[in-house]
């Protein structure tokens, strides 16, 4: 039952590989200069999750642009509110159908 157990999770990296590969397919960003879409993205959804700056990420990281870099190409971004609608979607898609078909309360 344990080793069952033990398939089923995610490790930080699988699930971080996981929400880049989803958004890359789903939203389209203009990076040239910044490196691929999924290496802005990596950047940026480990920078969030792990509660740490665009800069110290990318220094962490290997073969992504420089944090500079990054904030750059957001100065770009001019409607916010329509990019989080389009991340939303984009990450309801990795919901399972048995997930999506009930309701769930969510943690406080």
């Keep these: 039952m344990d080793n069952q157990l033990e398939k089923l999770v995610l490790t930080d990296e699988e699930t971080l590989t996981e929400v880049v590969n989803c958004l890359a397919k789903h939203i389209p960003i ?5 490196g691929d879409p999924q290496n ?3 950047v940026l959804v480990r920078a969030a999750s792990k509660q740490d700056t665009i800069e110290n990420t990318s220094k962490e ?6 944090g500079n870099n ?7 971004i001019s409607d916010f509110q329509q990019l989080e609608i389009q991340l939303n979607s984009a990450l309801k898609h990795k919901i399972p159908c048995m997930i999506k078909k009930e309701k769930f309360s969510l943690g406080n």
């Design 30 to 34: 203009n990076s040239t200069g910044a």
């Design 61 to 66: 990281l290997k073969k992504v642009t420089s």
């Design 70 to 76: 990054i904030r750059y190409h957001l100065g770009k």
């Design 40 to 42: 802005l993205f990596k």
